[in-house]
């Protein structure tokens, strides 16, 4: 038996990367699948590769409308949801703040703080009725930078840590009936992340950075030194998802390869 069977499961932020692993995880693990997308390109390409098993939507998760606009349409097709995985998110661009104009400061955090924290509490607000009827999971995605200094700055960062402590939150109203966790990866291969508009970074994608140079980064700092695919998340996001979890919530699962726990004095690369 596959572990998604009958459940419905929506990936909001499935265009690319981490979320479009995660979702063609959970389609092969049985999920009806449902994936909400920004970008008009992405949700193209998707509707190509899933075509009418699918259901894909363009939409903003930073709006209340567009969310409200996918629940119709997953309650419509589907008649429930038992899964909303969130991986939306964008970069601040690891810019120091003493670097930055004192005035880009206000749309940096709006930009940056909107995204990765306001679409997650947004979608769980608008997502939760329907979670609360199936006995549903929440599962939503942080980093390491919610951990430790230098995964991001100090938007992305302060952003990642707001995601980790909203869990917990969640978890606490949600409960009995919604598991609610999240997941914190380190590096991703094939990411696409996009800097901030704020600092003019929206062209700059982690995908930009030359594939041997960001692996051997890693690969020096991680433990299990590899790169992680999206795909290899799938396992972990599609567990949380799922009924089979009966154990978790409020959780963040580090899933760094190790970067967090090296060894500083005795490892070298
Ligand atoms: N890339 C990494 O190394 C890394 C490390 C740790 C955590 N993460 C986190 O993983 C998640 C996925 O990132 P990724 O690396 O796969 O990047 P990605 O850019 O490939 O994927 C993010 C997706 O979210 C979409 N998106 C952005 N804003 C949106 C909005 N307002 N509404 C709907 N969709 C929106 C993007 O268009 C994109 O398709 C993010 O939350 C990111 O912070 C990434």
Redesign the pocket.
Known sequence: MSLLNDHVVLV?????????GVARHCLAEGAQLAV????AA?VAALREEFGADVLVLQ????SLADLRACREAVLERHGRLNALIG?????DGNVPIAEMAEDRLYALFDEVLS??VK?YLLSARVFGEALQASGGAMVF?????AYAAD?GGAA?SAS?GAIRSLVNQLAFEFAPHVRVNAV?????AN????GPHALGLSAQ??SDIPTDAFLSMFRSLSLLQELPT?EDHGPLYAFLASRQNRIMTGQTVVADQGLLNRAVLTRGD
């Open positions: 909001t932020g499935g265009g690319s990367g981490l979320g479009l909400m997308e920004l970008s992405k939409g903003d998760v930073t991986t939306q998110g964008i970069f995204v990765n679409g995605t942080t980093s390491t930078a995964g992305y990642k914190a990866p380190a590096g991703i990411s696409q992340l996009s994608k982690q999206p």
